[in-house]
C-alpha cells in the first residue's frame, strides 16, 4: 500500500495497544529474546509519509523514521520500484563471486557525493557498526598504527569493537566484554555542558590525544560531527575543523562517522558540509538505502586500498536489492528537493521549540540541524530529567506521536521526522509535545 492509500492524519480508533497489537506482544515474548526491547507496544502494518498505521488501525506521527533509516519515506514509490526490478533480476550473487553493476554505481556515486575533492574508493557493507570497524581496519592497515580515538557519548554500534568505542554502557556494553582493546575515549565539545568554544574544546582534546596515546602510536580520530544516541550534540564552532588539521599533520586518519547524521538528513548530503571539513574516510548507513540493509566506507584511494585484494568484503555487503534501493534514494533525494525540506523542517521545529524553552525551564537546550533536532530536559538545578523525557514519550504515545529518547542520561526526546512528512503533521506532532508539556 503507497502513502496515497491511507489519509496522512494522526488518528486512533481502539485503546492502546490494541487487541491485534496485544496478540502479536505476547507472542514476541515467547519467541523473541527478551533481551530484544520494543519501545512501544504496537505493530505496524503500514508505514509512509508521515504515518505509521498499526495492526488495528491506529495512525501514528512518526518522529522517529525507524531510527534515522526512512528518510525518504516508508514507502517511497521510486524505491520501492526499483526493488521490485532488481528483485525481478536476482537478489544476490555475492559481489565477490559474481559482481554486478549497482554495487560499482553506488560506489561512483559516494566517491562522487561525499566531501574531498581526491580521488576516493568505497566498500559496501550491511550495517553502521560494520562500516565503522571496517574504518578503523583501514585506518590502522593504512599507518601501520594500533590505536583507536573515540569520544564522550559516542555510539558506533554493537559489534565487539564498536562496543568498545560506544560510550553508554547500558544496555549497549554491560555484561558483554572484555572488549576490543587499545580503544581510549576523548572529550567531546558540548557547549551546552561545558562552555568551551570550539579551539578552547579542541585544545584541550589534543592535549589529551598527546598524552594519553600519542600520535605516533594512533591510527585514527573517530567521531560523530553531530552525535546521534548521545543526545545530538552539536560541537562548538572550529572544533572539528582543529581536530581534523591535527590529525593531518600527525598522520592520523580522520574518520566521520555520519551513519545516523548523514545522507540529507541534516540538509546537507553529509553533516561534514555544515562542519567544513573534510574526512579522510566517511561512514555512511541507515538512510543511504531507504530501509534495506546497506552500509559504506569511503575514502582517500590511498587509504582504502592500503590493504590486500579480498582483505575487504562480506556474503551480503552491497546486496543487489540493496543497493538498487540506494540509487533510487540518492535520486529522490535530488529530484524531490529533499534537502531543501530537511532545512525547511529544522526552521520549523526549532521555532516552535525555542518558543516554547523560553517560557519552560525545563528545556534546557534546543539542538540539532535539519530533521535531527532535540530537546534536552532538565530538572530545576539544570541537571538531566531523564524521567521527564520518559513522561513525555509515554504521554506521545498514547496519543499518537511516536518520539524517540536519546542521549548517555536519557533526557534527550530526540526529532527525526522523515523528509516525505506532510508540514501540517510536524505541526501536529510539535503540537503535542507542547500541551503535554504543559499538563505535566
Request: aromatic residues 6%; charged residues 20%; hydrophobic residues 40%.
Amino acid at each position: 500500500m503507497s502513502q496515497s492509500q491511507f489519509p496522512q492524519v494522526r488518528k486512533l480508533v481502539t485503546e492502546l495497544p490494541g487487541p491485534k497489537s496485544k496478540e502479536f506482544a505476547q507472542r514476541k515474548q515467547e519467541a523473541v529474546s527478551s533481551c530484544v526491547a520494543t519501545q512501544n507496544p504496537i505493530y505496524a502494518q503500514y508505514a509512509g509519509g508521515g504515518i505509521i498505521v498499526d495492526l488495528d488501525g491506529n495512525s501514528f506521527i512518526d518522529m522517529g523514521s525507524g531510527i534515522a533509516v526512512t528518510t525518504v519515506g516508508a514507502t517511497n514509490e521510486r524505491v520501492a520500484a526499483a526493488i521490485k526490478k532488481q528483485a525481478d533480476h536476482f537478489t544476490h550473487t555475492c559481489f565477490m563471486t559474481t559482481p554486478y553493476q549497482g554495487y560499482v554505481e553506488v560506489c561512483e556515486f559516494l566517491n562522487q557525493a561525499t566531501p574531498g575533492d581526491f580521488s576516493k574508493r568505497s566498500v559496501l557493507l550491511n550495517s553502521g557498526s560494520e562500516a565503522v570497524e571496517n574504518a578503523v581496519k583501514v585506518a590502522r592497515q593504512y599507518t601501520g598504527k594500533p590505536a583507536v580515538a573515540a569520544f564522550e557519548h559516542a555510539y558506533h554500534g554493537r559489534t565487539n569493537l564498536t562496543m568498545a568505542m560506544t560510550s553508554k554502557v547500558s544496555p549497549y556494553k554491560s555484561g558483554y566484554g572484555p572488549f576490543a582493546p587499545e580503544v581510549y575515549r576523548m572529550p567531546m565539545s558540548n557547549p551546552y555542558r561545558d562552555g568551551l568554544s570550539g579551539d578552547e574544546a579542541a585544545a584541550r582534546t589534543i592535549n589529551w590525544l598527546e598524552k594519553m596515546i600519542g600520535a605516533k602510536n594512533l591510527a585514527c580520530i573517530v567521531i560523530e560531527p553531530l552525535q546521534g544516541e548521545g543526545g545530538f550534540i552539536v560541537p562548538a564552532e572550529g572544533f572539528l575543523q582543529n581536530l581534523a588539521k591535527w590529525a593531518s599533520e600527525n598522520e592520523v586518519v580522520f574518520v566521520a562517522d555520519e551513519v545516523q547524521c548523514g545522507y540529507g538528513r541534516t540538509g546537507k548530503m553529509f553533516d561534514s558540509e555544515w562542519e567544513g571539513i573534510t574526512p579522510d574516510v566517511i561512514c555512511t548507513a541507515k538512510g543511504i538505502a531507504g530501509g534495506m540493509p546497506l552500509s559504506a566506507v569511503t575514502g582517500r584511494e590511498e587509504i582504502m586500498n592500503a590493504g590486500v585484494a579480498g582483505g575487504l568484503g562480506g556474503t551480503y555487503g552491497g546486496n543487489p536489492v540493496s543497493c538498487a534501493a540506494a540509487l533510487a534514494v540518492a535520486e529522490s533525494i535530488k529530484k524531490d528537493g529533499l534537502l531543501e525540506v530537511a532545512q525547511r523542517f529544522e526552521k520549523i521545529i526549532r521555532e516552535r521549540l525555542s518558543a516554547l524553552a523560553a517560557s519552560d525551564q525545563r528545556i534546557g537546550d534546543v539542538r540539532g540541524r535539519g530533521a535531527m533536532m532535540a530537546i534536552e530536559l532538565v530538572d530545576s538545578e539544570g541537571k538531566p530529567d531523564a524521567g521527564l523525557a520518559k513522561e513525555i514519550q509515554n504521554r506521545a504515545y498514547q496519543r499518537g506521536v511516536i518520539l524517540l529518547a536519546c542521549g548517555t542520561e536519557g533526557n534527550v526526546i530526540r526529532m527525526l521526522p522523515p523528509l516525505s512528512m506532510p508540514d501540517e503533521l510536524l505541526d501536529d506532532a510539535l503540537g503535542v509535545i507542547e500541551q503535554i508539556l504543559k499538563e505535566i
